[in-house]
């Protein structure tokens, strides 16, 4: 069983599959680093957004994505798509690490982060959907943001993806 990560209207850009085990550290490494770097409500989505790939609640292998699939800003996808790197370097960095009640397996997470990077620099905004329905499959857009007080990652809403367990 495992989670396809794709980026469909993307030219020569591989996708990153990961095994469910692996994808629950990759999400809940990208949730706690964008929950610590988001500034604007427009991040934070971004971060709840991540943080609902949760396997927990949504079942194991369920919750691969497109890069289409993302809540990006047409008018500042730029600054998305540098928010997003920005994310992806903190998860290197080990931001929120402490709140992780096990030691993640560094060098294939770390493949995967480098990945994903690179999928998001191939990405062009204008291959981003544009129908609320389809980016917020799983349970719909957030309409405030809090976070959890144990893990300090940004609720979804079916709770807190750490705490969940997905
Ligand atoms: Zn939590």
Redesign the pocket.
């Known amino acids: 069983m495992a989670n396809l990560i794709t980026y469909r209207e993307g030219v020569n850009v591989p996708p990153l599959q990961m095994s469910n085990g692996l994808t629950s550290v990759f999400v809940s490494v990208l949730s706690l680093a964008a929950s610590a770097l988001a500034e604007t409500d427009h991040q934070r989505e971004l971060a709840v957004w991540i943080a609902s790939r949760d396997q927990a609640v949504y079942g194991l292998g369920l919750v691969g994505f497109d890069l289409a699939d993302l809540p990006w800003s047409k008018s500042k996808f730029a600054e998305d798509q540098a928010f997003l790197l920005r994310v992806i370097e903190a998860a290197k960095a080990k931001v929120g690490w402490e709140h992780l009640d096990y030691s993640p397996n560094e060098a294939w997470l770390f493949d995967c982060l480098d990945h994903f990077a690179e999928m998001v620099r191939a990405f062009s905004v204008e291959h981003a959907l544009v129908e609320e329905e389809r980016i917020w499959p799983f349970g719909g857009k957030p309409e405030s943001f809090r976070l959890?007080t144990?893990?300090h990652?940004y609720l979804h809403n079916m709770g807190?993806v750490?705490?969940n367990g997905g």
């Open positions: 959890c144990e893990h990652v807190c750490l705490c």
